[in-house]
């Protein structure tokens, strides 16, 4: 479609589709770069299957327990100075919660969804 013909289009009827909280299966693991202004940093993104669609979905973020507070943030790849995944981190949080040590090891898991402050789904990790 052209970008004129776009202009023309108006607001539709259709509600966006919305997926319920459920346990999901994890496919697959990748890595999404990601600017804040002259700053770039590494999202984990997860490719997921839920129980109620046929194609595969992708869940970048999570709602965790910080300081006795639920939290939702985006799970951040980020490393200490040796190189491992930052104890503390939100994805230290969400491995350890799963109860592997490797993003490798969390494939094939099935694990927890809820359904985040904006409406989406997000991983459960408390």
Same mark, same amino acid.
């Given at each position: 479609?052209?970008? /004129?013909? !776009?202009?023309?289009?108006?607001?539709?009827?259709?509600? $966006?589709?919305? %997926?319920?909280?459920?346990?999901?299966?994890?496919?697959?693991? @990748?890595?999404?770069?990601? /600017?804040?202004?002259?700053?770039?940093?590494?999202?984990?993104?997860?490719?997921?299957?839920?129980?109620?669609?046929?194609?595969?979905?992708?869940?970048?973020?999570?709602?965790?327990?910080?300081? @006795?507070? %639920? !939290?939702?943030?985006?799970?951040?790849?980020? *490393?200490?100075?040796?190189?491992?995944? /930052?104890?503390?981190?939100?994805? $230290?949080?969400?491995? !350890?919660?799963? @109860?592997?040590?490797?993003?490798? &090891? &969390?494939?094939?898991?099935?694990?927890? *969804?809820?359904?985040?402050?904006?409406?989406?789904?997000?991983?459960?990790?408390?």
């Amino acid at each position: 479609m052209e970008d /004129q013909e !776009k202009l023309k289009i108006g607001i539709g009827n259709i509600e $966006a589709e919305k %997926l319920e909280a459920k346990p999901v299966s994890i496919v697959s693991t @990748n890595f999404r770069n990601v /600017q804040f202004g002259n700053k770039e940093s590494e999202k984990v993104v997860f490719v997921v299957k839920h129980p109620d669609k046929e194609e595969t979905i992708e869940i970048s973020s999570v709602k965790h327990e910080v300081i @006795n507070n %639920l !939290k939702e943030s985006g799970v951040w790849f980020s *490393t200490d100075k040796e190189g491992n995944i /930052q104890k503390g981190s939100a994805l $230290a949080g969400l491995l !350890k919660y799963w @109860n592997v040590l490797t993003l490798e &090891a &969390a494939v094939g898991k099935e694990v927890p *969804t809820i359904i985040d402050s904006k409406g989406y789904l997000c991983f459960k990790a408390y």
